[in-house]
T-cell receptor, first 112, second 115 residues
Framework: ETGVTQTPRHLVMGMTNKKSLKCEQH?????MYWYKQSAKKPLELMFV???????ENNSVPSRFSPECPNSSHLFLHLHTLQPEDSALYLC???????????FGSGTRLTVV | DQQVKQNSPSLSVQEGRISILNCDYT??????FLWYKKYPAEGPTFLIS?????DKNEDGRFTVFLNKSAKHLSLHIVPSQPGDSAVYFC??????????????FGGGTRLMVKP
């Protein structure tokens, strides 16, 4: 148990589906992040939230929509994805912005 | 353009020998460097870090060396153990820079330690 919980662990979805990834932390951290890890590529930062406010959107397509209802929860809403969006999506949190990351185990997403 | 590069996608080492994982960076604003370890089906976990004011940081079997002039850092694991088999990510940060700068990760190196 890493302190950051991601659900589901695996997700297979069609290109017309709508699904959501969930991330939860009870570490008292104030910053939360979504990262994407594709095969043979570096971890790519997608979104950053600090005290529930989005502080970074790293040129992510609008078919990915984040939501941070409170400092403990972070969602990634998915809509009309493409097969190239298949990847491991990692959530992380930190006490303050960009310091002391704790990662979740990730959601393995396959778009068919 | 990748600012942090790990040019070796994989490395195989015999148990008991030294593992050396390399990382190069291009951004001279980076002043803090971290190594993360990732097992399959788990998220990355923090391993060791080094500030640019140092050239070496040691923690048990793990030592990170930083060569600022070459913009190069390396992680040494000695002696290597089968349980060290994982993907290792190098990451860089600019802590003296503007607030909000995020970690930049390399592509990872898969280490396999053979018994």
């Amino acid at each position: 148990e890493t302190g950051v919980t991601q659900t589901p662990r695996h997700l297979v979805m069609g290109m017309t589906n709508k699904k959501s990834l969930k991330c939860e932390q009870h570490l008292g951290h104030n910053a939360m992040y979504w990262y994407k890890q594709s095969a043979k590529k570096p971890l790519e930062l997608m979104f950053v939230y600090n005290f529930k406010e989005q502080t970074e959107n790293n040129s992510v397509p609008s078919r990915f929509s984040p939501e941070c209802p409170n400092s403990s929860h972070l969602f990634l809403h998915l809509h009309t994805l493409q097969p190239e969006d298949s990847a491991l999506y990692l959530c992380a949190s930190s006490p303050s912005l960009n310091y002391g990351y704790t990662f979740g185990s990730g959601t393995r997403l396959t778009v068919v | 353009d990748q600012q942090v590069k790990q040019n070796s996608p994989s490395l195989s080492v015999q148990e008991g020998r030294i593992s050396i994982l390399n990382c190069d960076y291009t951004n001279s604003m980076f002043d803090y460097f971290l190594w993360y370890k990732k097992y399959p089906a788990e998220g990355p976990t923090f391993l060791i870090s080094i500030s640019s004011i140092k050239d070496k940081n040691e923690d048990g079997r793990f030592t990170v060396f930083l060569n600022k002039s070459a913009k190069h850092l390396s992680l040494h694991i000695v002696p290597s153990q089968p349980g060290d088999s994982a993907v290792y990510f190098c990451a860089a940060d600019s802590r003296a820079g503007n607030a909000g700068n995020m970690l930049t990760f390399g592509g990872g190196t898969r280490l396999m330690v053979k018994p």
